[in-house]
Nanobody
Framework: QVQLVESGGGSVSAGGSLRLSCVAS????????MGWFRQAPGKEREAVAC????????YYHDSVKGRFTISKDETMNTTYLQMNSLKSEDTAMYYC??????????????????WGQGTQVTVSS
């Protein structure tokens, strides 16, 4: 089992920045990638970014490319999401996720095994 705890959410004006953190505990050695998802009211949960344990390979949703950066420490204990040039449409609950397998589309919710409770990000225009 892996436990995930997010922090760093808050309210910010459009164009501002926030940095989310996700601390993982438990069987971290089994984790092969970490990701961030978000869910706005009335919408489905969508993938934001992903980083693999080996090679530091990263993936981003098209809507955040060039604005968001995912990173992690060497142990996979903490994963970050630096969010710059925030827009009102970035407003959502942001969730940290961990998955054990290396195959399967990274942007599919069902390919992820563990989830945090979420941290709210609100961007005002």
């Amino acid at each position: 089992q892996v436990q995930l705890v997010e922090s760093g959410g808050g309210s910010v004006s459009a164009g501002g920045s926030l940095r989310l953190s996700c601390v993982a505990s438990g069987d971290i050695i089994t984790v092969n990638s970490m990701g961030w998802f978000r869910q706005a009211p009335g919408k489905e949960r969508e993938a934001v970014a992903c980083i693999y344990k080996y090679g530091r390979v990263t993936y981003y949703h098209d809507s955040v490319k060039g604005r968001f950066t995912i990173s992690k420490d060497e142990t996979m204990n903490t994963t970050y999401l630096q969010m710059n040039s925030l827009k009102s449409e970035d407003t959502a609950m942001y969730y940290c996720a961990a998955r054990l397998k290396t195959s399967g589309a990274w942007d599919r919710v069902y390919n992820w095994n563990f989830w945090g409770q979420g941290t709210q990000v609100t961007v005002s225009s």
